[in-house]
């Protein structure tokens, strides 16, 4: 059993940075496919960003360029850095493990979750 643990959320002004951390305890996060999705008010948990086997990486369109997704073994700590913030990225952002070995931008395919971390952009 994994447990993930978010922490960096904040507020911040729009052009403003924010880095996200993940720790992961009970497994390695080198094994794992490992995403960061967001979820905002009303809207349904979208993916932003994942990593397979700490190396292999993918975004989604609305952040490529901005964030960036990369990951500590000995830290077993996955990160995801944020430039250039927009109001529109304003949302809870989660970190998830994904015990296959395909990177999936489905929320449905990642087995365990953490509880979240708010980032709020003030325009």
């Known amino acids: 059993q994994v447990q993930l643990v978010e922490s960096g959320g904040g507020l911040v002004q729009a052009g403003g940075s924010l880095r996200l951390s993940c720790a992961a305890s009970?497994?390695?996060?080198?094994?794992?496919?490992m995403g960061w999705f967001r979820q905002a008010p009303g809207k349904e948990r979208e993916f932003v960003a994942g990593?397979?086997?700490?190396?292999?990486?993918s975004y989604a369109d609305s952040v490529k360029g901005r964030f960036t997704i990369s990951s500590d073994n000995a830290k077993n700590t996955v990160y995801l850095q944020m430039n250039a913030l927009k109001s529109e990225d304003t949302a809870v952002y989660y970190c998830?493990?994904?015990?296959?070995?395909?990177?999936?931008?489905?929320?449905?395919?990642?087995?365990?979750w953490g509880q979240g971390t708010q980032v709020t952009v003030s325009s």
């Open positions: 990593v397979k086997w700490s190396i292999i990486g």
């Open positions: 009970g497994g390695s996060v080198s094994n794992y496919v």
């Open positions: 998830a493990a994904d015990r296959s070995t395909v990177l999936q931008a489905d929320a449905k395919f990642y087995d365990y």
